[in-house]
Nanobody, 118 residues
Framework: QVQLVESGGGLVQPGGSLRLSCTASGFTFSSYAMSWYRQTPGTERELVATITRLSSSTNIADSVKGRFTISRDDAKGTVYLQMNSLKSEDTAVYYC???????????WGQGTQVTVSS
């Protein structure tokens, strides 16, 4: 059974940091590109960051560039999103996604809430 389980969300003050984790099971994690998306009520899901297989490249959205970094540990089947200098506009539900275009397979986690507020 495929599972993506996010953790690490919560309430943080502006300027603070959080690290999100997404642990995968039920598929060959190392063969998938991994991404973080976020969504606020009434809006479409927004791509935040992507890391390719073997960590060969990363792509970070302009809105978070210089503040967020994505990394992966294939031995642990986990992808991370380090979020620094958080702003109120970063408040959203954050989702991880596993993607293997060659097989047309996409998996989503259930999401974790991040709230940036004083």
């Amino acid at each position: 059974q495929v599972q993506l389980v996010e953790s690490g969300g919560g309430l943080v003050q502006p300027g603070g940091s959080l690290r999100l984790s997404c642990t995968a099971s039920g598929f060959t994690f190392s063969s998938y590109a991994m991404s973080w998306y976020r969504q606020t009520p009434g809006t479409e899901r927004e791509l935040v960051a992507t890391i390719t297989r073997l960590s060969s490249s990363t792509n970070i959205a302009d809105s978070v560039k210089g503040r967020f970094t994505i990394s992966r540990d294939d031995a642990k089947g986990t992808v991370y999103l380090q979020m620094n200098s958080l702003k109120s506009e970063d408040t959203a539900v954050y989702y991880c996604r596993a993607d293997r275009q060659a097989l047309g397979r996409i998996y989503w986690g259930q999401g974790t809430q991040v709230t940036v507020s004083s």
